[in-house]
């Protein structure tokens, strides 16, 4: 069974300051790595998926890692801002579900 | 246009009732799924319908049916809602099964089970 795990839980950071949240898994037979982003009291929002053959995805600001081998993927938010503060869940996709990780909580302080 | 919706969005209630949420996307997407959230936040998989056709249930107790009437649609029945039925629920799609393209989420169904 997949098991998935986030550290740190919570952080907190001053605004323009580099995020790196940690994300690791126990079954390295996936599909895909995926990031999200939850706002409170709103859905999952997408933001990079990694195939199980790619090594990193980038969008914007946004800079996702994979290290299938080891179990391991890194989320980097470049220049952190303000609107950046929300719930950042990572997946991995196995066997047709995705398990999910407890997610990091990020507050950017401005 | 909203790509995955959900009725209602809060949905109070008394242990014992039977309630219903309904799912809708409009991405033509042939996947469709429903998750569980929980107090602390922990995400879990439900169930997957590919095509009208059910192809994961996770150990959820059969008081729970889901019911896809076309591949738009995938709906969630509860029988006999117990307190520990509180969470909030979200519905998802994607276009392959095996999560080989991103799943879009709906924005929940927040259930409070009194």
């Known amino acids: 069974k997949q098991e998935v795990t986030q550290i740190p839980a919570a952080l907190s950071v001053p605004e323009g300051e580099n995020l790196v949240l940690n994300c690791s898994f126990t079954?390295?037979?996936?599909?895909?790595l995926q990031w999200f982003r939850q706002d409170p009291g709103k859905g999952l929002t997408s933001l990079l998926l990694?195939?199980?053959?790619?090594r990193e995805q980038t969008s914007g600001r946004l800079n996702a890692s994979l290290d299938k081998s080891s179990g391991r993927s890194t989320l980097y938010i470049a220049a952190s801002q303000p609107g950046d503060s929300a719930t950042y869940l990572c997946a991995a996709d196995g066997n047709n579900r995705l398990a999910f990780g407890k997610g990091n909580q990020v507050v950017v302080i401005p | 246009d909203t790509a995955v919706s959900q009725t209602p969005k809060y949905l109070v209630t008394q242990m014992g009732n039977d309630k219903s949420i309904k799912c809708e996307q409009n991405?033509?997407?042939?996947?469709m799924y429903w998750y569980k959230q929980d107090s602390k936040k922990f995400l879990k998989i439900m169930f997957s319908?590919?095509?009208?056709?059910?192809?994961i249930n996770e150990t959820v107790p059969n008081r729970f049916s889901p019911k896809s009437p076309d591949k738009a649609h995938l709906n969630l029945h509860i029988n006999s809602l117990e307190l520990g039925d509180s969470a909030v629920y979200f519905c998802?799609?994607?276009?392959?099964?095996?999560?080989?393209?991103?799943?879009?989420f709906g924005p929940g169904t927040r259930l409070l089970v009194l």
């Open positions: 319908y590919n095509n009208k056709e059910l192809i």
């Open positions: 998802a799609s994607s276009q392959v099964t095996g999560g080989q393209e991103t799943q879009y």
């Open positions: 991405l033509g997407h042939d996947t």
């Open positions: 990694i195939q199980s053959s790619q």
């Open positions: 079954d390295s037979a996936i599909y895909n």
